[in-house]
């Protein structure tokens, strides 16, 4: 009994400084009943970075509304051009209501090498949402590779409490799924 609680602490232990960090969160939530992941159906569980303005932006701060959290570099063209689209979008759907939401918001999390490249397309794009955050060596932060993006764009629609209603879909796609949320 004392060996497998010295490996279980052991592996605890390793996990929480070399890696896996989401995955001992994810453990400590099942307790509670609640099931973090980046799965449909989930809870995404929160995230927070830094916004242009270096203010901490987190993605808690739009629970109640329809959220499209979208990850993506300023130097992938399908990346831009998709936020472009997902602009319309957002103007679109923004005061609406929602069966999973009042309101429809983004979180962008911006996955460039350099900050100053992340910033000029934030400038030049004007987005019209205010939740746009920057994560400094992106590809390596646990939280970042928690959500399991492999191709940019990745995109997860989370509801107003925070589970993952889809993922991995266009703006096209969005739109479609939005439109059968809507209260009509």
Not at 34 to 59: C, H, P, R, W
Not at 124 to 146: E, G, H
Request: charge should be neutral; hydrophobic fraction near 40%.
């Amino acid at each position: 009994m004392k060996q497998v609680l010295s490996i279980s602490l052991f592996l605890a232990f390793t996990m929480m400084f070399f890696g896996a960090p989401q995955q001992i969160k994810a453990q400590n939530a099942g307790s509670s009943g609640i099931e973090i992941g980046n799965e449909v159906g989930q809870d995404l569980g929160d995230f927070e970075a830094y916004g242009a303005d270096s203010t901490m932006l987190k993605l808690s701060q739009l629970r109640g509304k329809m959220v499209l959290l979208v990850m993506w570099n300023s130097l992938c063209g399908h990346c831009v051009t998709e936020n472009v689209k997902f602009i319309k979008t957002y103007e679109k759907y923004n005061g609406k209501k929602f069966k999973k939401g009042n309101g429809f918001d983004v979180y962008c999390i911006g996955l460039d090498k350099e900050r100053a490249t992340w910033i000029d397309a934030l400038d030049k794009q004007k987005y019209p949402w205010t939740s746009n955050v920057y994560v400094l060596d992106s590809w390596k932060d646990a939280d970042v590779r928690f959500f399991g993006v492999k191709n940019l764009p990745g995109t997860f629609l989370i509801d107003a409490n925070g589970i993952v209603i889809a993922k991995n879909f266009t703006a096209e796609e969005l739109e479609a799924t939005l439109d059968k949320y809507l209260v009509k």
